[in-house]
């Protein structure tokens, strides 16, 4: 059964607090953690009451976004102090996943180095992560010049890393931008597959889009049918993720409803709801 869930990037400007009051109101079982939002919201309050927060409005929390450079970062210390942070507070959460993301590789790094040095640094943060109890999710980003852009690779990654708290994160968006095909997706093991993050785009050439192109589910000209129709067998988190300016300027309980009645559509149009 799909579990429909409301990442907080959607309402950039909107308070965590406000990301749960909207996301519970709308009608969505779970909410993604926006790291920043978290940052914040922790300055002046514990953990322990942003679980009671999450429970009293029933809401699930589906994971925290994310380690950006988990791999070839700049600052390994950083990244390290961050899995340990995060897991923790995972732990008193029950939060039962960590976004990472892929950094960008060297000039002239070769395929066999990517996965090799990417699969090392994961594991080492999934060692982290593993006595908490917390999963991590790769995600592949398309476009940007990320190291890790397209499905197979980013599975070739996970299955080098060897590690049981490990699997995958397919964002649509990226997903399209970056070469992923439903064939891909099909083939995808469902076992490796924790979140998808589902969005749309404007109608444009694939080397011109950006985040801020995203759109609303179904607004836009991604392929959704054929991308999610390759996952109709698929049971899990779906969750909504739409970096667009010009939604954060927008009433956020607004901008909640909407995502989750045009998810709602595009799920049952592919057969997932």
Known sequence: ???????????????LEEDIRNASTAGFDGLELWGAKLDVYLRS?????????LSSSKLSPLSINSIEDATFSPD?????????EWSMLSEKLKNPVIVVVPGVAPQGCSPRE?????????????DIAAPRGVR?????????????????????????????NLGLVV??????VGGTRAADLKGLERSLLDIVHLNDAEEKPIGELR?????????????????????????????????????WERDPSAVARTAIE????????????
């Not at 890790?148 to 690779?153: N, P, Y």
């Open 45 to 53: 309050h514990r953990p322990e009451e942003l679980a009671r927060a």
């Open 76 to 84: 390994r210390g950083a990244v390290l102090a961050r899995c340990r």
């Open 114 to 126: 990517i996965v090799d040095r990417s699969a090392r640094e994961l594991r080492e943060l999934c």
């Open 171 to 176: 964002d649509t968006f990226h997903a399209f």
């Open 211 to 247: 985040d801020s192109h995203r759109l609303f589910p179904g607004d836009g000209a991604l392929p959704l049918g054929e991308l999610l129709g390759a996952l109709s067998d698929y049971s899990g988190v779906v969750s909504v993720e739409i970096f667009r300016p010009e939604y």
């Open 1 to 15: 059964m799909i579990k429909l869930g409301f990442n907080g990037a959607t309402t950039m400007k909107a308070s």
């Open 136 to 164: 991590l999710a790769f995600e592949m980003i398309g476009g940007q010049g990320r190291s890790v852009s397209e499905l197979g690779r980013a599975r070739e990654v996970v299955m080098a890393a060897e590690r049981k």
């Open 262 to 273: 045009k998810a709602r559509a595009v799920l049952r149009e592919a057969g997932l709801a």
